[in-house]
């Protein structure tokens, strides 16, 4: 069908029930035009989100933040990403929520009301860093199908929630635990009540650590729809594809949770690195526990200019998954040379820490400021893109700004 006939007979099939009226110049309508009543919101307006923020799809929702506008040292919604599977929850009634502990690893099934959840257990704040596992995707050559995201798919807010470990405390764990596994209340893109857009989970020993929170806020506020109101998992330094948004589900498995996007390939990177484009068997995809270490340059916005002889003031933020960063540097001639910047401790483990430096240029010219970090265990970023990976992920490599001494 063509878009001008779809348009039109989708505007005067349902012209009653929504616009319980007729549009009286129907027929002059221009070809592909969408009446004002018929347009979807923009999703800044849908979701709070900084005009500056990239939607990379709308089916589902995906959208990311640029690096200037990571600035902060905790995310405010209107800078963090969104990346959903499927589609977002609608009429939630929080009175109703229950949180059920399920799965083979039980000793008895046993549900939870969101009221019961806030007042039996004790309330834990922390910073904690989700980065999607396919942040940098669009860097990769041959490209990587997916969402092409740049630098932005990254944040660090504040989430207040309870430890995970403590209900699992009071449910009852058996001894041949190995993973959990999420179920969420968001629905699968082709609308089939039967199939979930995602279901993922971590090994036992994630999943009890203090810092893993089952969250009902975000800076000190209900979490926002798009992140998973009203109540989510949040797994820091891993691949935020574990901290499942809108959970009302969480099951104790005996064998690592099989739910979709746990098989291979999906958030899977080869055992033993590849040459670009070769095809890897799904038997030979380890799936991806801790994110590598990386930085971000957060200020200035990349393009700067600067007066010769001033000195330009860096800023950004750096994490290492499990790990803490140890060491920043940045350099101004492509890497041949590093200079370090200052780099503060978290703030909490799975915390980013944020680095600066105060830069110096010889003379006139475009410059490139890029930025290394190096974690704990002496691994630091590769310059350029690292080893290719069938479906993108992982792609650490420094960030780097432009900057113009005139
Ligand atoms: N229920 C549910 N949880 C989910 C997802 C989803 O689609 N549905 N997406 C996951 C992925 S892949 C990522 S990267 C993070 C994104 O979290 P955010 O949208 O709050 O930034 O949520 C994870 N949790
Ligand atoms: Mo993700």
Redesign the pocket.
Known sequence: MKRRHFIKNTVLGTTASILASDIVFSSAIPSGYVPIAFQEPDPYTLFGKDKEMTSLNNK?WN?EAKAHLLDDKITPNKY???????IIPKNIDVSKWVLTIDGESVTKSKSYSLADLKAKFKQNTYQLT??????GRSEFNPPAKGNQWTTG?V?CAEWTGIRLKDILEDVGIKSNAVYIG?????THLSGDPEK?????GVPMHKALQDETLLAFEMNGED??L???YPL??VVGGW?????????NRISVRNKIHDGT?MKAPA?RVPCKPVAPGETVKDEDMCIIESMPVKSLITYPKTGAMIKKGKQLNIRGHAWAGELVVKAMEYSIDFGSTWKSCDIENPVNRLAWQHFKASVNFPKKGYYEVWARATASNGVSQPMLVPGWNPKGYLNNACHRIAVIVK
């Open positions: 589902p959208i963090m990403f969104i990346r959903n599977n499927g989700l980065e999607c596992g396919g942040n798919a944040s999420y179920h969420a209340a968001d979930e857009p995602i279901s993922r979490i926002p798009a992140h998973g989510r998992l691949p935020a594809s574990a901290s499942g948004k809108w959970v996007k958030y």
